[in-house]
């Protein structure tokens, strides 16, 4: 081969280097089991089947899929929900919590990179599309300070950026604030979660004016029990803040014997 060959070969590498970033030395691997693709971000066919997401027919208020639209009423509210209405004004699930969705979010939460966010945000914007309006901001729900030391980061945040780059709304990552380390939620009653919770989240006093009258997108990685969100939504409503939508990755639909790992996912 001439030098002359060789050089051309070299630079052509060196501008699908430049062109296809880092996927030239690590090709595109699924997200989930490493299996190479055409796309980085993505997960591959098969792991990509195995994820649930929330379709018709859900509740509207608290995102739990039904197994009929005769479950719900004229609002495509749940029975629960019109005996128990939560704060929030309603609320969107990408995806049921089951195996692959916890693989996922395990992952966001305690590897280091920021795809997974990017993931679970693309498909948390197009559940939510309906309830993230112009104008709205876009806030997560908030971790302690001593959790974010230890785990670097706020994995809802990361969401929270993810769902408001896609929706091209303003976020405020830390337009709440958690005063105190909460305990385990799973497994206590209303009203003890209720007296965990009280008082355990506020809204930051910088950002008091810019929400006053405004719509929130609040973001979480799971929706439980949904004791954390109602705190964080009552402080929001508190802070004069005009509605509340609730966005996450997961809705949890609890059954007996079914416990897919809560305890490591569930925000303490
Ligand atoms: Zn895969
Ligand atoms: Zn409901």
Known sequence: MSRHVVWSKLSALARKATLAGIDVIFPPACLLCGEEIQQSGLLCAGCFAHLVSVGQPFCVRCALPQSSAECLNAEGECLECVQHPPPWHAARSAFVYEKTARDLLLRLKYADRPEYASFAGRYMWQAGEDV???????????????????RRYNQAALLAWAVARCAKL??????LERRRVTGRLAGFTKAERQQEMEGAITVRSAYVSDMAGRDVVLVDDLLTTGATASACTKALLQAGVRSVFLLVAARVVLQKNADFGLSILEDE
């Open 132 to 150: 993230l309006r112009q104008g709205s901001l876009v806030i997560p729900v908030p971790v302690h300070k001593k959790r974010l030391m230890e």
């Open 170 to 175: 303003r976020c405020l990552p830390d337009g």
